[in-house]
């Protein structure tokens, strides 16, 4: 369209393609109307999934709900309160664990984290967002309301021990491990649900649906079912938790009634050692495969002009930025970048994933 409107304005450019590509690929306007958003090349996996370890030492949780329960029955009907759900996810096996909350706070979140410790053992490592769905529920509600990255459960997880790694803001898709599970869990409840609608949902009936759902997803093959039916036994989480698998004979010596006291663990440990290399041979090859971003992408650099990306506005009214801090990952690549703005007279400052900009220029 740009050569045809030149063209018939009547100039004639020597090498006109090439230099209005120049032109538009430079073009400030352009790139701020059609310009794409920056990526890096896909990154390794994050040494925490791939390590062999014991059940929930790795662990990635979300918070959804909430479901409205009856807690006080009265004579003109009953009174309501609400609950939500903490699911914890194994990084490791993929196991998952529910746990209900009654409201959005620090207290209420250091008695669900003591109560998932003291069922599944010590966590060394968390990994979560950070909380743009506590933010979210507090709006919607108007609850006060103490958020992960401070206060208490800071000093809480600092005197146990605990690593918290938190995404950068708006980044869900580096949560992709607990947010699918998210929606698994919320598919079968939906379903369990539908089929008891009739009945009041009480903490009791939604703490039983909890756990038979997540018997359900603990039940889920990690990898494709083969048809073979001299196959092994389904990889599921199950298997790492339970130690069991019904209606499937192992290979496992048989012991006598002295011998059940004294040598049970190896029959725990053979068990567990199948688990754990099938989950190399068959697993950990899947979690590998890069669907995209194969090359090195757009690198963005200190000083660079910006225009990042916000949910609830239009393209037009993106502001402009300026990159004033770049991070790199392990693989030297920029995963995400601090930019100012300068909004009613005060400089903002706040962290962003790079897909979320758009590179325009850069500043001397």
């Known amino acids: 369209m740009t050569e045809g409107a030149i063209r018939s304005a009547g100039y004639w450019v020597i090498n006109c393609k090439r230099m209005v590509s120049s032109e538009i690929h430079h073009c400030v306007t352009c790139k701020r109307l059609r310009g794409k958003f920056g990526w890096v090349q896909m990154a390794d996996l994050p040494e925490d999934r791939l390590k062999e370890a014991p059940p929930f030492s790795y662990v990635g949780l979300d918070v959804f709900g909430p479901w409205s329960v009856v807690t006080r029955r009265t ?7 609400k609950r939500w759900g903490v699911l914890f996810t194994c990084l490791v096996s993929r196991a998952i664990h529910v746990e209900l909350v009654e409201e959005v706070s620090s207290a209420s979140f250091i008695n669900c984290l003591r109560r998932f410790i003291a069922l599944r053992g010590p966590v060394q490592q968390i990994r979560s967002d950070r909380g743009t769905n506590f933010i979210g529920a507090v709006k919607e509600l108007s609850l006060d309301a103490e958020f992960v990255e401070s206060g208490p459960v800071k000093d809480y997880l600092t005197m146990n021990k605990v690593l918290w790694i938190f995404n950068p803001p708006h980044a869900s898709h580096f949560g992709g491990v607990w947010e699918r599970m998210i929606g698994s869990v919320r598919r079968i409840l939906d379903a369990l649900l539908l089929e008891n609608k009739s009945f009041d949902l009480t903490h009791e009936v939604l703490s039983t649906l909890m756990a038979e759902v997540c018997t359900i997803v603990n039940s889920r093959p990690l990898v494709p079912v083969s048809s073979d039916p001299e196959a092994p036994a389904v990889l599921s989480p199950t298997l790492i938790l339970t130690q069991k698998q019904p209606d499937v004979t192992f ?56 225009l990042m990306k916000e949910e609830d506005t239009h393209r037009n009214q993106w502001p402009l930025e300026v990159v004033d801090e770049v991070f790199y990952s392990k693989d030297s690549k920029v995963r995400k970048v601090k930019v100012t703005i300068v909004r009613n007279g005060s400089r903002l400052s706040y962290v962003r994933p790079i897909c979320y900009l758009v590179r325009l220029l850069e500043v001397n």
Not at 258 to 286: G, I, M, P
């Open 75 to 81: 004579r003109g009907g009953s009174a309501n309160s």
């Open 251 to 306: 290979s496992v010596p048989e012991f006598g009634t002295k011998d059940a006291l004294r040598s049970q663990w190896k029959l725990v440990q053979r068990l567990a050692d199948q688990f754990w290399s099938r989950w190399r041979a068959e697993y950990l090859n899947v979690l590998q495969k890069r669907a995209k971003w194969h090359s090195g992408g757009q690198e963005v650099n200190k000083g660079d002009v910006v």
